[in-house]
């Protein structure tokens, strides 16, 4: 099965208290990109989406666009699974770096994020349109193997 971009959508609106930062517009310019890209969803064996990653390769780095675990299933293990595939993808496509962007009010993510091995390099200001709320940007350095 295929995800669609409703799924996408209503699982934005259950991580996001109601809010959806991205568009039906947005993810169909991500996923019909003609940049590399890998966008993955998890589902259960009852095929609902319970997770998703979206990612896109520039120049030596791949860039995390999007990633959202359902309430119900986080602390599990799955956001973990989901970067490690996009970190996989990158290595195959030879780049040096994971980067993303993250709410600074998102510790959680943050926690997340730093245990994976990812460190903040900048904060963006007002980077949230719907309440300029500043980003922080994290990088992972890829080890070369």
Same mark, same amino acid.
Request: negative net charge; aromatic residues 8%.
């Given at each position: 099965?295929?995800?669609?971009?409703?799924? $996408?959508?209503? !699982? &934005?609106?259950?991580?996001? *208290?109601?809010?959806? =930062?991205?568009?039906?517009?947005? *993810? $169909?310019? &991500?996923?019909?990109?003609?940049? =590399?890209? $890998?966008?993955?969803?998890?589902?259960? &064996?009852?095929?609902?989406?319970?997770? @998703? #990653?979206?990612?896109?390769?520039?120049?030596?780095?791949?860039? #995390?666009?999007?990633?959202?675990?359902?309430? %119900?299933?986080?602390?599990?293990?799955?956001?973990? %699974? %989901?970067?490690?595939?996009?970190?996989? *993808?990158?290595? #195959?496509?030879?780049?040096?770096?994971?980067?993303? &962007?993250?709410?600074?009010?998102? /510790? +959680?993510?943050?926690?997340?994020?730093?245990? %994976?091995? @990812?460190?903040?390099?900048?904060?963006?200001?007002?980077?949230?349109?719907?309440?300029?709320? +500043? /980003? !922080?940007?994290?990088?992972?350095?890829?080890?070369?193997?």
């Amino acid at each position: 099965m295929d995800c669609d971009t409703k799924e $996408l959508i209503a !699982l &934005e609106r259950d991580v996001y *208290f109601g809010e959806t =930062p991205w568009t039906k517009s947005a *993810f $169909l310019s &991500e996923i019909h990109s003609p940049i =590399p890209h $890998l966008y993955l969803c998890l589902l259960t &064996e009852e095929e609902q989406i319970v997770g @998703f #990653i979206g990612s896109r390769l520039i120049g030596n780095d791949t860039h #995390i666009t999007n990633i959202a675990v359902a309430n %119900l299933y986080q602390n599990r293990g799955i956001g973990h %699974l %989901l970067i490690d595939e996009v970190k996989n *993808f990158a290595i #195959i496509n030879d780049c040096k770096t994971l980067s993303l &962007e993250v709410r600074v009010s998102n /510790a +959680d993510a943050q926690r997340l994020y730093r245990r %994976l091995g @990812f460190v903040a390099s900048n904060i963006r200001k007002n980077y949230y349109t719907e309440n300029n709320e +500043d /980003a !922080l940007d994290m990088i992972k350095q890829l080890e070369v193997e």
